[in-house]
């Protein structure tokens, strides 16, 4: 065979019979137990050809580090030896010269077999034989780096340059027996150690019934932990929108208070007034929770809405306030009603009987009309006291009650711009003769004839109001007819038909809607007006007097069909 195809990495010996890998194992142990540099391997021993310049040298194969023996000969050092330069190839068809053999130093004897090369130490693995062999073992990462380590201090160690080896022949041939054995047990020793740890980390864990039950309860308690937490962030998700949309739904609104409810609220009921206007006074001063519920707890009740003032308590149920409108609690507090158009007299008595303040207390608080702040042209409280119901505390005193009537009329005035005294007190007694003369729809037009026959310009009338109701009133009666004689006499300071402008003073108590139409009366151009139809209060309008003549038949012609209503 040419020496070009003598590949000293085969593991042969001079040509010989190949290695076996336990003597590979061997030999790597002995070199990784010298403890000394090995010189460079010539360039050929006897038997051998010279490599080749283009194979490129390989490193021994690093081997794991194995306990050194304690009864190993140190070698003295060898000398190195320079390399000669290769000899040069010669063609496939020529036999090559044979090179001169190097003598060997006497201290360092040449080695009879050449020395297998390795591949570099990253790449390497660890080479186990067929016994040491197991079919569950795995590469161990470790061992590598070990291997790794190794090659390295080999290279250090023993000299490695261009990937050849120079060692003594005679040391390796006088301790290669001992430390065969001997490495072969540790490197045994080293596998044993591997594969046990080895199947440490891989063994599979052996599976009982208790360890399956118990991972079966905990795989359990897991499924119903999620549940619950599932199910307790789906009822926080519908707890908190819920609370979003009941604004938005009206959810959140209350309909009723529990009651009783506390304190003292005091409602004003306006004549005309309608059970929607009273709820909503009462939902603001915090008397009932919601308006529609009030009217229709009302509606069911089947109450009466009548004008006046009303004691409630805050927050009471609807049918608590219900109550107090219908007059179900009279026993519990003061109450009484005024009917628009009463005279002072017939006030006082409804007073008094219904507050149980005797008259004569009452009649006193009448006749010094000043200490309640009506005008001084005042010679009384006619006129002065406030239609309507009224609900007091029991043991109300009764200069308070009188206080409360004349203040709601007066305020009525303030309202409606009326503020100067002598005005107000015009403005009452022209308003209680519109409550008197006409009916409720036509006010307006009433109010606005009389300051028609009032105005200094008007010669039809002259200045004279004409009305009946201001001449009874003076009379001390109550009557449709009048006699010729009534008609004429001027001493009754309250017949206007004997005496211009105003009379004397109201003749009854006027209502809120008559007192807004004679502070704003109708702007027309009659004079006349007659009631044909005392029940409807329907009334006739008239510019003349012929005109107002007709309808004054139409009035007689009612009276003859509805015998005595007409006295």
């Not at 006030?347 to 006749?367: C, H, R, T, V, Y």
């Amino acid at each position: 065979m040419s020496p070009v195809n003598n590949d000293p990495s085969s593991g042969t010996a001079g040509g010989g019979m190949p290695l076996t890998r336990k003597e590979l194992r061997a030999r790597e142990r002995f070199l990784a137990t010298q403890n000394q540099n090995v010189v460079p391997v010539p360039e050929a021993t006897p038997g051998e050809a010279a490599p080749s310049a283009d194979v490129e040298p390989e490193l021994p194969r690093p081997i794991p580090a194995v306990p050194k023996p304690t009864a190993v000969p140190e070698a003295p050092a060898p000398e190195p030896v320079a390399p000669e330069p290769a000899a040069p190839q010669p063609a496939a068809s020529e036999t090559p010269a044979p090179e001169p053999v190097r003598a060997a130093s006497p201290e360092v004897p040449p080695i009879p077999e050449a020395l297998p090369t390795v591949a570099p130490a990253e790449h390497v693995e660890p080479v186990l034989s067929e016994e040491e062999h197991h079919d569950d073992a795995l590469p161990v990462p470790a061992v590598a780096h070990v291997y790794a380590g190794h090659a390295n201090e080999a290279h250090d160690t023993y000299g490695v340059h261009e990937g050849s080896v120079h060692v003594d022949d005679h040391a390796f041939e006088e301790h290669a027996p001992q430390y065969d054995y001997e490495a072969h047990e540790g490197h045994m020793e080293l596998h044993d150690e591997l594969h046990d740890e080895h199947h440490h980390l891989i063994a599979p864990v052996e599976v009982t019934a208790a360890s399956k039950a118990a991972a079966k309860k905990a795989r359990r308690r897991r499924r119903v932990l999620a549940l619950l937490i599932t199910l307790g962030v789906f009822v926080a998700a519908i707890a908190i929108g819920a609370q979003f949309l009941k604004p938005l739904l009206g959810m959140d609104k209350v309909t009723d208070y529990p009651g009783p409810g506390t304190g003292s609220v005091s409602i004003t009921v306006p004549e005309g007034a309608g059970p929607k206007a009273v709820a909503t006074a009462l939902v603001e001063n915090h008397v009932v929770a919601d308006a529609d519920s009030f009217v229709k707890e009302f509606v069911t009740e089947g109450g009466e809405l009548s004008p006046g003032e009303f004691t409630f308590r805050t927050e009471m149920k609807n049918s608590d306030a219900v109550a107090v409108l219908v007059n179900k609690d009279a026993s519990k507090v003061i109450y009484f009603a005024l009917s628009a158009g009463l005279r002072i007299n017939e006030s006082l008595e409804a007073i008094s009987k219904g507050s149980g303040i005797p008259m004569a207390q009452l009649n006193s608080f009448n006749q010094a009309p000043g200490q309640f702040g009506v005008p001084a042209k005042a010679k009384n409280l006619e006129g002065f006291l406030a239609p309507g119901e009224y609900r007091f505390p029991l043991g109300t005193s009764g200069k308070d009650i009188i206080q409360k009537l004349v203040s709601s009329t007066l305020d009525e005035l303030k309202a409606q711009g009326i503020t100067d005294p002598a005005k107000q007190y015009d403005t009452v007694t022209i308003a209680s003769i519109v409550q008197a003369e006409g009916g409720q729809a036509d006010y307006g037009n009433v109010a606005g004839a009389i300051y028609n026959r009032l105005k200094p310009n008007n010669t039809e009338t002259n200045g004279l109001i004409q009305s009946d109701a201001t001449v009874t009133y003076g009379l001390g009666k109550k009557s449709f007819h009048l006699t010729d004689e009534e008609k004429a006499d001027k001493s009754n300071t309250y017949n206007t038909y004997a005496n211009p402008g105003l009379p004397a003073g109201p003749i009854g108590s006027p209502g809120k809607t008559a007192i807004d139409a004679a502070a704003k009366p109708t702007q027309n151009d009659y004079l006349y007006w007659v009631t044909i139809n005392l029940d409807t209060k329907e009334t006739k309008f008239s510019k003349t007097l012929a005109e107002h003549s007709r309808y004054v038949e139409q009035y007689n012609a009612w009276c003859q069909a509805n015998a005595g209503r007409c006295v």
